[in-house]
């Protein structure tokens, strides 16, 4: 494999997924002490991430199952995802912070591809032309290197999430920065995408 395309893969991905982190990190604390955190969040985020390049694929050898004016609307899945989780916060809000724990849960995988997809709507946009000129060589290297950058991404999601100061302030803080992340990115993605005329 060309090096050169590989440090251009490399570089790719960790600007158009630099969020990520932190969104993972809150899936992460959403299910601390749960055993299946680590796999729903995995599995979830490989999920999401497939998808948005199987997408940007096709794209790129000129089938669009996506129109682009359908992009922005991607921006209601973690909108609706966080009001959900934002609504269970509100819920337990007077609870003791053991109730409060007993009521945590892991993460599904499909709520971590949803946002995933969501939240890498647009790097399709941006993955699209490249892949494009790479040729189906070059488009191979770049998936292979994404893949691979993906298992590094949730492994530097899950040391923030448990690096005791972070993980101390996640699991106080948490139950109320993963919804107002999410709504956050839903409103992003509808805003900057014209979504509904915004």
């Known amino acids: 494999m060309n090096a050169g395309i590989i440090g251009q893969a490399a570089g790719l991905f960790a600007v158009t997924n630099i969020d990520d982190i932190l969104v993972l990190a809150l899936f992460f604390a959403q299910g601390a002490g749960q055993r299946a955190t680590l796999r729903n969040v995995a599995v979830g985020q490989y999920l999401g991430f497939a998808a948005i390049l199987a997408v940007a694929v096709a794209a790129a050898f000129g089938a669009t199952f996506l129109p682009e004016?359908?992009?922005?609307?991607?921006?209601?899945?973690?909108l609706a995802l966080g009001i959900k989780a934002a609504v269970q916060a509100w819920k337990h809000r007077g609870d003791p912070d053991e109730e409060k724990e007993a009521a945590q849960r892991a993460p599904r995988p499909l709520e971590v591809a949803a946002v995933t997809f969501a939240n890498g709507g647009d790097n399709i946009g941006v993955y699209v032309p490249v892949f494009a000129t790479a040729g189906l060589g070059g488009m191979s290297v770049y998936v292979i290197v994404f893949l691979i950058l993906l298992a590094v991404w949730i492994a530097a999601g899950r040391f923030f999430a448990t690096r005791p100061v972070i993980a101390k302030a996640l699991s106080r803080w948490g139950h109320v920065l993963l919804p107002v992340v999410l709504i956050g990115i839903g409103l992003l993605i509808l805003i900057e995408g014209g979504a509904f005329g915004l």
């Not at 004016?69 to 973690?78: F, K, N, Q, T």
């Open 69 to 78: 004016d359908a992009i922005p609307y991607l921006g209601l899945l973690p």
